[in-house]
T-cell receptor
Framework: GAVVSQHPSRVICKSGTSVKIECRSL??????MFWYRQFPKQSLMLMAT?????????EQGVEKDKFLINHASLTLSTLTVTSAHPEDSSFYIC???????????FGPGTRLTVT | GDSVTQMEGPVTLSEEAFLTINCTYT??????LFWYVQYPGEGLQLLLK?????DKGSNKGFEATYRKETTSFHLEKGSVQVSDSAVYFC????????????FGGGTRLMVKP
């Protein structure tokens, strides 16, 4: 149990375009979802925390107008990188928890490359 | 603030060798402690956890003991396999913050046949 999926697993987009990443909890209701960013050979950095039906809480230094997070249902959260630039290229990982799932379970990650 | 420090990698071992990856933390009170594993190109998987002092978490032959006196949560395995090659992250969650995880920098383990 406690499976979290992400889609797509890899995406390449051109500079200036927007890209949406989906995070789904497959077998539980995720009242809280988290978005992390991971640079090569580095640890995870929490970008934002979202609770279902409310606005996301962003960590210091994360531009909320650039990284739009929507958590409209108990099984789906989306991260939209707007007007992407090459420096946004990274590995984005989501996690989810909720209900009887007391710990964060992580998705497989999405590798974004902006050319 | 809270922090987690891990030994820097990479750690390179031969198959069946003994593994220790050190992890120490700084936090107030009694945080919960975790080890996550990340295989190449994948997200993180919870490996084991401990929620109070002297607890031992164990899974898949890995184990770690919550040592309050030394603020440590070292990961050990008696005999590693090539399939254990991955990056291992130590993390803590403060008792008074239900969601927030603070991660260490990660330690890459490479096991050679």
């Amino acid at each position: 149990g406690a499976v979290v999926s992400q889609h797509p697993s890899r995406v390449i987009c051109k500079s200036g375009t927007s890209v949406k990443i989906e995070c789904r909890s497959l077998d539980f209701q995720a009242t809280t979802m988290f978005w992390y960013r991971q640079f090569p050979k580095q640890s995870l950095m929490l970008m934002a925390t979202s609770n279902e039906g409310s606005k996301a809480t962003y960590e210091q230094g994360v531009e909320k107008d650039k990284f739009l997070i929507n958590h409209a249902s108990l099984t789906l959260s989306t991260l939209t990188v707007t007007s992407a630039h090459p420096e946004d290229s990274s590995f984005y990982i989501c996690s989810a928890k909720g209900g009887i799932v007391n710990e964060q379970y992580f998705g497989p990650g999405t590798r974004l490359t902006v050319t | 603030g809270d922090s987690v420090t891990q030994m820097e990698g990479p750690v390179t071992l031969s198959e069946e060798a003994f593994l220790t990856i050190n992890c120490t933390y700084t936090a107030t009170g009694y945080p919960s402690l975790f080890w996550y594993v990340q295989y190449p190109g994948e997200g993180l998987q919870l490996l084991l956890k401990a929620t109070k002092a002297d607890d031992k978490g164990s899974n898949k032959g890995f184990e770690a003991t919550y040592r309050k006196e030394t603020t440590s949560f070292h990961l050990e395995k008696g005999s590693v396999q090539v399939s254990d090659s991955a990056v291992y992250f130590c993390a803590l969650r403060p008792n008074n913050a239900g969601n927030m995880l603070t991660f260490g920098g990660g330690t890459r383990l490479m096991v050679k046949p």
